[in-house]
């Protein structure tokens, strides 16, 4: 298993402003995930952060919203650019553990972070 | 693509009784996990359960089963002897050992009543 840190756990933030999450894996990972989920909502994927390399995206996200930064195997950050009333959401972000071949099976999730823009 | 499918939004049981929560999942691999995930309130994912597709034996953990049917592409998750801390949205998610990607279901808010 992993134990995921993630911070702040919750912030109200002004619209136009920018806000980064942090989150810290206890032990190295190959792959970290970064979710948004509007309350009472399933999890959407924003992209998935890779050591070394640029994130990828999915479809309806763009870096220049959610720029993400890798810089080693246990940590990563997703800045809200330039937020507005619609990005009220809950953030969170996931790994699967180990690395590699040996990675585990099922995804670890940080506590996620409740963001309210104002 | 694959896609996951809770068709229960809200379910609710009395406590120490049992309730199953319904999931179905399409797809054309053979190979693949299946998980159920917890949410309470504190917004924390909590992993239930997992299943590996090439294993028939039902996976158990303490008061938690799943019913995997897998030519019916089902799992349903049984909760025995329920308590008041299980009240909670409880999501079905599927991922290949190849993808890193999870997919997840719409998710079921299970309420226990005393």
């Known amino acids: 298993s992993a134990v995921i840190s993630q911070k702040p756990s919750r912030d109200i933030c002004q619209r136009g402003t920018s806000l980064t999450i942090q989150c810290q894996v206890d032990?190295?990972?190959?792959?970290m995930f970064w979710y948004r989920q509007q309350p009472g909502q399933s999890l959407t994927l924003i992209a998935t952060?890779?050591?070394?390399?640029?994130?990828?995206?999915e479809s309806g996200f763009v870096i220049d919203k959610f720029p993400i930064s890798r810089p080693n195997l246990t940590f990563s950050t997703l800045t809200v650019s330039n937020m507005s009333p619609e990005d009220s959401s809950i953030y969170l972000c996931?790994?699967?553990?180990?690395?590699?071949?040996?990675?585990?099976?099922?995804?670890?999730f940080g506590q996620g972070t409740r963001l309210t823009v104002v | 693509a694959q896609t996951v499918t809770q068709s229960q939004p809200e379910m609710s049981v009395q406590e120490a009784e049992t309730v199953t929560l319904s999931c179905t999942y399409d797809?054309?691999?053979?190979?693949?996990?299946l998980f159920w995930y917890k949410q309470p309130p504190s917004r924390q994912m909590i992993l239930v359960i997992r299943?590996?597709?090439?294993?028939?034996q039902n996976a158990t953990e303490n008061r938690f089963s799943v019913n995997f049917q897998k030519a019916a592409k089902s799992f349903s998750l049984k909760i025995s002897d329920s308590q008041l801390g299980d009240a909670a949205m409880y999501f079905c998610?599927?991922?290949?050992?190849?993808?890193?990607?999870?997919?997840f279901g719409t998710g079921t808010k299970l309420q226990v009543i005393p």
């Open positions: 299943q590996e597709a090439y294993k028939q």
């Open positions: 032990s190295q990972v190959t792959m």
């Open positions: 952060a890779n050591q070394g390399s640029e994130a990828t995206y």
């Open positions: 797809t054309s691999e053979s190979d693949y996990y």
């Open positions: 998610a599927y991922r290949t050992p190849f993808s890193q990607k999870v997919t």
């Open positions: 996931s790994a699967l553990t180990g690395l590699g071949p040996k990675k585990g099976t099922e995804a670890f």
